[in-house]
Structure formats: C-alpha cells, structure tokens
C-alpha cells in the first residue's frame, strides 16, 4: 500500500500513519498539478491511496477509471488539530478499499 497526501494536507499528518509507506503531493514533486493528471501520476508511480480534504475530488474525475482509492476527511479545517481525531478512521479504511472507491470519514 503506498498513500499519497494530497497538497492541502498537513505534511506531518504521514506520522499519524505507523507502518504506511506516505509520501505527500510536494515531495512527489506534484504540486499544482489538475486532478486527473495527479491521478494518472499516481497510478503510474504505484501509489494505492490518496488522502485529502477536497470534497469534490471524487466528483471532479472518473476515480474508478484511475485505479487508486481516495478517501476524503470530513473536518472543520484542513489543520492538523482538526484532522488528527479521523486518523484512527483513515487508517482503518486503508485497509478495506481498493481501486475505484470514493470513501468519505468523518461525516
């Protein structure tokens, strides 16, 4: 499992996840780039998962066709303080989605 956070999450959110390879839109070098091609380059890079706050991501592309899972966190803010208490429900939906599923936590 590789997870990539997307570029409007707090880089040291990746110490939230013990034994996750993580690695953030910034250090893949990515930043600014539209929605579908960070998808495409997602895949390509074998990454498995994205993590964001960006609650239309799913409807903005086709995630089945992309073939990575994305999990968007319901918080008030996309602040560490406020994204850290969902992280107990990240992790735990890592490990049951696969490819093409949109999951929402903290809803």
Known sequence: MRVLLDECMPK???RDLPGIEVSTVADEGWLG???GDLLRSMTEAGFTHLVTVDRNRAFQQNVAVAGVAVIV???RTNRIADLRPLMG???EVLTTTGPGQVIHVGV
């Open 89 to 91: 429900n990240v992790i």
């Open 73 to 75: 966190m319901h918080a």
């Open 12 to 14: 040291r959110l990746r």
């Open 33 to 35: 780039r539209r929605n």
